[in-house]
């Protein structure tokens, strides 16, 4: 498995709807990401951008066309098979964090192992080494409340990192943090990327996407550019 690509989409249409209200929300979308790489998605909104990240993270299938995430073609499977390769293969991290307050930072990046069948000892020491990979193993006795939104994203992207996913998926992970707090994630970000580990990203702030190593630009459900970019000097 290890020689194929992350990711890896062949003329991926969308379709919702049918006749008259039919809504093409992809066109034809061609995608390789290697392994290792660290790519941003971006695109005004009604782009498509968000239609093709349910597909990459395994949450709908498309229509026409092929998507294969390291090797694995995601088109034929069925609904229970989509969620347990969304445990095992993607991590995501979302722009409202989706903690749960009633636990603890550690008991939250646990919670894919809990699911997983993961015992006790061993979430405990893979949680914690997340949470230190982060820069916040001293808080990890703290609930969501007692944490400010920066800390709350990185307790939510050591969460993704928890089960070593193959892809690591951010939709807008910036979006509700100040300047220090994004300066904070972003550093994370690109600590995972030196690891050579799969990012994929969407956003709409220029200053996220210069962090990446390659710049996909979707709109009217189409790529409409594709570039590769000298990562900004951190």
Same mark, same amino acid.
């Given at each position: 498995?290890?020689?194929?690509?992350?990711?890896?989409?062949?003329?991926?249409?969308?379709?919702?709807?049918? @006749?008259?209200?039919?809504?093409?929300?992809?066109?034809?979308?061609?995608?390789?990401?290697?392994? #290792?790489?660290?790519?941003?998605?971006?695109?005004?909104?009604?782009?498509?951008?968000?239609?093709?990240?349910?597909?990459?993270?395994?949450?709908?299938?498309?229509?026409? #066309?092929?998507?294969?995430?390291?090797?694995?073609?995601?088109?034929?499977?069925?609904?229970? =098979?989509?969620?347990?390769?969304?445990?095992?293969?993607?991590?995501?991290?979302?722009?409202?964090?989706?903690?749960?307050?009633?636990?603890?930072?550690?008991?939250?990046?646990?919670?894919?192992?809990?699911?997983?069948?993961?015992?006790?000892?061993?979430?405990?020491?893979?949680?914690?080494?997340?949470?230190?990979?982060?820069?916040?193993?001293?808080?990890?006795?703290?609930?969501?409340?007692?944490?400010?939104?920066?800390?709350?994203?990185?307790?939510?992207?050591?969460?993704?990192?928890?089960?070593?996913?193959?892809?690591?998926?951010?939709? =807008?992970?910036?979006?509700?943090?100040?300047?220090?707090?994004?300066?904070?994630?972003?550093?994370?970000?690109?600590?995972?990327?030196?690891?050579?580990?799969?990012?994929?990203?969407?956003?709409?702030? =220029?200053?996220?996407?210069?962090?990446?190593?390659?710049?996909?630009?979707? @709109?009217? #459900?189409?790529?409409?550019?594709?570039?590769?970019?000298?990562?900004?000097?951190?």
């Amino acid at each position: 498995m290890t020689g194929h690509p992350a990711i890896e989409l062949v003329d991926v249409h969308q379709v919702y709807g049918n @006749g008259e209200n039919q809504v093409h929300a992809l066109r034809g979308i061609d995608l390789r990401v290697e392994r #290792g790489e660290y790519l941003a998605i971006m695109g005004p909104s009604g782009s498509g951008k968000s239609t093709l990240m349910n597909i990459l993270g395994c949450l709908d299938v498309p229509t026409h #066309g092929s998507y294969r995430l390291a090797g694995e073609d995601i088109g034929t499977r069925s609904d229970d =098979e989509l969620a347990r390769i969304r445990g095992r293969s993607l991590g995501f991290v979302f722009q409202s964090f989706n903690l749960i307050p009633r636990m603890t930072a550690l008991a939250n990046v646990a919670l894919p192992l809990a699911y997983a069948g993961v015992s006790r000892a061993e979430q405990r020491d893979r949680a914690t080494a997340a949470l230190d990979r982060v820069g916040l193993a001293a808080r990890a006795e703290h609930r969501p409340a007692e944490l400010s939104g920066g800390q709350q994203q990185r307790v939510a992207v050591a969460r993704a990192l928890v089960t070593e996913p193959t892809v690591i998926l951010a939709d =807008e992970p910036t979006g509700n943090l100040d300047s220090a707090s994004t300066e904070d994630v972003l550093t994370v970000f690109d600590e995972i990327a030196d690891a050579h580990r799969t990012i994929v990203v969407i956003t709409h702030e =220029e200053e996220v996407a210069a962090r990446a190593d390659r710049v996909l630009v979707v @709109g009217d #459900g189409l790529v409409v550019a594709d570039r590769r970019v000298t990562r900004v000097a951190r």
